[in-house]
């Protein structure tokens, strides 16, 4: 900059020679945010040109860091090449995509495909193909003498690492029987519930929760309710561990899967609870029980709303079912954790004593499981008798 060259400031109109001390003394404002704001073309401007991170106060004259100085590099290898393919989210390119879209995007190769309206050859080029192929060829192949490990119809397939083989075999079952239907037609895919009419950022949530709770049914309709919990959890941090997972939502999903385990309520006991709820929720400001919200709606997201109490020996116990307007409270006693041969009568005895120690005006009436599955009818009356008793 010339010490004889003049410059005109827009915010107040004055000539100067020293534009920087001038902003700062006069304005409060550094040079750059002057020429970012009245000359947005000049040199100055301070944004990452990949990104566009501000990059006010830092060193960097493009891009913000050494990622963005690589992806511009990698982007002007491929400025004369026509059959290159573009990220439609970032812009990046590249003769293969489909990594890149899972890692930085976080979607399935599928479900960028939909959101986008492209096809397969949108994220990979033909170049890349016959490269690919030309690789596996014959002995060049990977999967050659391996077994089966890269084959989904064989149980010794890598993605079955931790199933049995009954398991294995189901899942066998699947491939097969979906090898030949459309993506329409199979709930496991995104196309199912994009054809129900669902959003396509509902249509992925569906998706999730289906991959996430399919097997968690199958294990409880086996086991039932309790033992189902406890063997899916186990199931799937193998599966998890086996497989090096790094997915958030799932280590999620198993963690609220072990919070409901943990707390000890069955599916079962939900059942009987909103039945209850049906008949008293107008006579009553609050009611707790697990899948209860604080807006009095279903919440099956793993959230534990049962009622927080303190007991005499410092600790603190969930109370199945709780209305505090009334101070009485029901305890589901499932067959797994109270049952005959694995429950324990004299730790379910302590844990009521040392609640009413701590909380004396309190009354506990105790539901059975296997009174509830016979006569359900019964159980509820008596239920309720409790809850409107004086």
Known sequence: ?????????????KNTKNMGPHL???????????????????????YCIWCEKDLKGTKQKNTCSSKCHYLISKNKKYEKDLNVKQ???????????TGHISKEHG??????????????????STAYREKI????????????????????????FTKYDGLTDEEKEEQISIVCKNRNRPPESIPNRIEYWLDKGYSYEEARYQLRERQATGRLDKFQERYGEEEGYRRWIERQEKWQNTLNSKSKEEQDRIQRAKMNFNKSYSRISQDLFWVLFDYIYKDFDKIYFATLNENFKFDNSGKNYEFLIKRSDSKVAFLDFYIP???????????????????NK???????QRIKEKNPEIEIYRVRER????????????CLDFIYSG
Not at 1 to 13: I, K, P, R, Y
Not at 27 to 46: M, N, Q, V
Not at 87 to 97: A, F, Q, V
Request: proline letters at 3%; charged letters at 30%.
């Open 1 to 13: 900059m010339s010490n004889n060259q003049w410059f005109h400031c827009e915010l107040c109109g």
């Open 24 to 46: 700062k003394n006069t304005h409060g404002i550094s040079i750059l945010d002057y020429k970012r704001d009245f000359d947005p073309d000049s040199e100055y401007t301070r």
């Open 87 to 97: 990220c439609k989210i970032c812009g990046l390119k590249g003769h293969n995509l």
């Open 107 to 124: 979607l399935s190769v599928e479900e960028y495909l939909i959101k986008f309206n492209l096809t397969k050859d949108d994220v990979m």
């Open 133 to 156: 192929s030309e690789n596996k060829k014959g002995d060049k192949n990977p999967a050659k003498d391996h077994g089966g490990r890269y084959s989904p119809y064989s149980k010794n």
């Open 325 to 343: 307007e009334v101070n009485k409270a029901i305890e589901f006693d499932g067959e797994y954790w109270h049952g005959e041969g694995t429950g």
């Open 346 to 352: 004299e730790r379910d005895a302590i844990r009521e």
């Open 371 to 382: 009174d509830y599955r016979n006569n359900p009818s019964e159980v509820i009356s008596n």
